[in-house]
C-alpha cells in the first residue's frame, strides 16, 4: 500500500515537473439509490475517460448509495452531493421544496430528466406454478404477492401504482374499482419489506410467496445472479414506465464551482455510449436505436407514465402515501370503517 | 456512593467531575434536546392525534410488550446461563462465556437476517415448527425472538460479577442452620441477586424498545400486527415529517423513562429487603 501511495505521489511529481500541470482534479459526489451501484461504477468510469480526453482533467465520480428517501433526506441535511439519481422525483422534489435545486429541475433535461426507465414485472418460480400471467391473477385465491411498504420503499410506490393503474386502465375502469382491486392485492401480502433489495432476499431467499413485484431490472438481476432456471419473468399486459430522474443539486454545485461537470455527466448519460451501459445493466434505454440493439431483452409492453394518471409525483405522494392516505385506508391492517 | 462527603484520596474533584458533566451533555443531553426541539413543531393537538391513531397505538404496544417479555424470558435465562458460567467447571466454559457477548458485537442487520433465514417457514427451525402449525419469521412471535437475542448479554453480564464475588460460606451457613434448599435460594441468595437482576432486566429492556436493525427483517412488518414503533418512525421521516418523527421518539423516550425509573425504585426496594431480611 505504501509503497503504491509513494510511487504515486512521484508520478504525480513528474507529471507537473514534466509542466503538464493544467490537469485539474475534480471531484464530483453522486448520491443515488440502491440497486444502481453497479451500474454507476460502469458509467462512471466511461465518463471520466471521457471528460479526461476532451478536457484534460481528471474526474472522480464518488457515490453515495441507500434507500432513496434516506438518500434524499442526507442531501436535505447537508450531505454535499453535487448531482442526485434516485427511484422517483418525488425525493428530488423534497429537495427543491428545500430550496436546494431549482423547482422545474424535471424540465431541465430531455426525457422528465430520466435518462433511462424501467418497469414493474412479476417475478415467479421456475415454470410459473400457480400460472401467473397479468395482474388479475394476483389477487386469485392461494396467491402470495411479495412487495416492500410503500410507506418506506421508493420501488413499492412504482409497484402499488403499477396495480392502481392497471385497474384504472382496464375497459369500465374506475378509481372505485382501481381501489378494491389494490385492496384486494394486499390481502394477498404476507410480509412487508422495508425496501426493494429485502423484499427480493424474502422471496428468493426465504421462499415466501408464489410472486415478487419488482423492478425489470431488479428481476433481471435476480435471474442472472440466482440462475435461470429457478425464476421466470412475467411481464404484464400493461404496467408503469418507472423513470428514475437525475438532477444537478443547484446549491451545492454553486458552492464547489462543479456545475459544468456535473451538468456534463448527467448530459452524458442520455448519449449512446451511456445508452448502452444502461441497458447492459437491465434499465430501458431511451434513444431508439440503442433500444433496437436490446430489444430481444426488453420485451415491448404498454406503459403508463405517472403524469399520464397522477399528474405528477408530488400529488401522487400526497394522495396515496401520505399518512392517512390511500394506502392507509386501504392497505393491511387498514381500519375498514375509515 | 456519596462521592462529596467521602475524604477525597485523589484530587481533581472538579476537573472529572466537569468532564464528566461536558461529555454527558454534549453525547446525551443534546440529541434529546435537539429531538424534543424537532418534536415541539408537531404541537400538543398534533401529539394527541399522533397518539390516538390505532396503528401508533399498535405499534407502541408490540414495541414495549414485546421487549417487556424478551426482558423477562431473558432474566429467566439469564440468571440460569450466569449461575452454570460461574458455579461450575466445566470442558467448553470459557468458549460458551465469550459466545454470551455475541449479540452485541454482531452488526444487528447480519443478527436479523440469521433468524430470519432460520426461522422463516423454509429455514431450519421455522420449517420443525411451521409442521406443528406454528408461524415464527413474520409474527410478533419473531419480534419477540429478535429482541431476546439482542437483549441476552445484558442479563448475564451484570449477573456474572455479582455470582463471582457472592461467599459461600453463607449458604453452607444457611445450610447448617437447617435451612431447605429451596430457602436458601429464596432467602439467601437471591436477595443479592436481585438488583444486579433489576439492573440487567432494564437495560435488556431498554435495548429490546429501541431495537430496530434486527427486528424489520423478521417481524415483517404488517400494519397492526407486526409493525414496530421505530418502523413508523422511520415512515414517517421518509415522508420527510421531522416532526412527526421526532415526536413518536419522543413518546417511546417518555415511556421508556417511566419504566426505568420504576426498575430503579423497584431496585431500591429490593436492596433494602436484601438488608432488612436476617
Known sequence: ?338 | MALSKRRRVLPGFGLSVGYTLAFLGLIVLLPLAALAWKASGIGVAGLLHLLAAPRTQAALKLSFGGALAASLINALFGLLVAWVLVRYRFPGRRLLDALVDLPFALPTAVAGIALTALYAPNGWLGHAFDAFGVRIAYTQLGVGIAMVFVGFPFVVRTLQPVLESMDRDVEEAAESLGARRSQTFTRVILPVLVPALLTGFALALARAVGEYGSVIFIAGNMPMRTEIAPLLIVQKLEQFDYAGAAALGVVMLGFSFVMLVALSLLQRWSRRWAEALP
Open chain 1, 1 to 338: 500500500m505504501k509503497k503504491k501511495t509513494i510511487l504515486f505521489l512521484l508520478a504525480l511529481l513528474t507529471l507537473f515537473a514534466a509542466g503538464n500541470a493544467s490537469a485539474k482534479n475534480i471531484t464530483l459526489l453522486n448520491v443515488s439509490y440502491d440497486p444502481t451501484r453497479e451500474l454507476y461504477q460502469d458509467l462512471n468510469r466511461s465518463f471520466a475517460a471521457q471528460w479526461k480526453a476532451q478536457h484534460g482533467d481528471n474526474v472522480v465520480i464518488r457515490m453515495s448509495h441507500g434507500g432513496s428517501g434516506t438518500q434524499a433526506r442526507s442531501v436535505a441535511d447537508g450531505l454535499p452531493a453535487d448531482v442526485v439519481t434516485l427511484a422517483l422525483a418525488y425525493d428530488i422534489d423534497a429537495l427543491a421544496d428545500r430550496g436546494l435545486l431549482a423547482r422545474n429541475w424535471q424540465q431541465r433535461l430531455p426525457d422528465n430528466a430520466s435518462p433511462y426507465t424501467s418497469t414493474i414485472v412479476f417475478l415467479v418460480r421456475k415454470g410459473n406454478p400457480k400460472h401467473i400471467k397479468d395482474w388479475p391473477d394476483l389477487i386469485k385465491p392461494g396467491v402470495q404477492v411479495i412487495t416492500p411498504n410503500p410507506k418506506t420503499s421508493g420501488g413499492a410506490r412504482w409497484n402499488f401504482l403499477a396495480a392502481w393503474g392497471y385497474a384504472l386502465k382496464q375497459p369500465g375502469g374506475s378509481e372505485a374499482k382501481a381501489r378494491a382491486f389494490v385492496h384486494a392485492l394486499f390481502q394477498h401480502v404476507p410480509v412487508l419489506d422495508t425496501g426493494a433489495r429485502g423484499a427480493t432476499n424474502t422471496f428468493v431467499q426465504r421462499g415466501m410467496g408464489d410472486v415478487l413485484l419488482a423492478w425489470e431490472n431488479e428481476a433481471f438481476l435476480a435471474q442472472r445472479e440466482l440462475g435461470k432456471d429457478r425464476f421466470d419473468i412475467v411481464v404484464p399486459s400493461m404496467t408503469i414506465l418507472a423513470e428514475p430522474p437525475v438532477a444537478v443539486v443547484d446549491a451545492n454545485v454553486a458552492k464547489d464551482g462543479n456545475r459544468a461537470v456535473a451538468e456534463a455527466y448527467l448530459k452524458f448519460l442520455y448519449t449512446p455510449q451511456a445508452q448502452d451501459i444502461e441497458a447492459r445493466h437491465f434499465y430501458r434505454p431511451r434513444l431508439a436505436a440503442v433500444a433496437q440493439k436490446y430489444a430481444t431483452q426488453f420485451p415491448a409492453v404498454k406503459t403508463f407514465t405517472i403524469a399520464q394518471l397522477f399528474g405528477d409525483w408530488r400529488k401522487a405522494q400526497a394522495k396515496f402515501f401520505a399518512d392517512g392516505g390511500v394506502f392507509d385506508q386501504i392497505g393491511p391492517g387498514s381500519q375498514p370503517d375509515r
